[in-house]
């Protein structure tokens, strides 16, 4: 019932059918992979800035360089 109520699928809230269930699951696997993505970017961009401010202090600029702050 709680499925039927979450996902609107299905010919009654007694029964989920195997493909319904099957289509949730790819649904929240394309999720998770979209959320991935963004976090290996974030990542990647953190990266970066961390690189760069240890180049900055490794030059003898404590504070590193001035970067814009990420959003």
Partial sequence: ???A???GVGADDRHIHPLDGQGVALAAIQGLA???AR???ENAQLA???QAIE???SR???DGPSLPASS
């Fill in 39 to 41: 976090l290996r970017a």
């Fill in 34 to 36: 979209e959320e991935l």
């Fill in 55 to 57: 180049d900055g202090a």
């Fill in 1 to 3: 019932q709680d499925f």
């Fill in 48 to 50: 970066a800035r961390l």
């Fill in 5 to 7: 109520a979450l996902f």
């Fill in 60 to 62: 003898g600029q404590p």
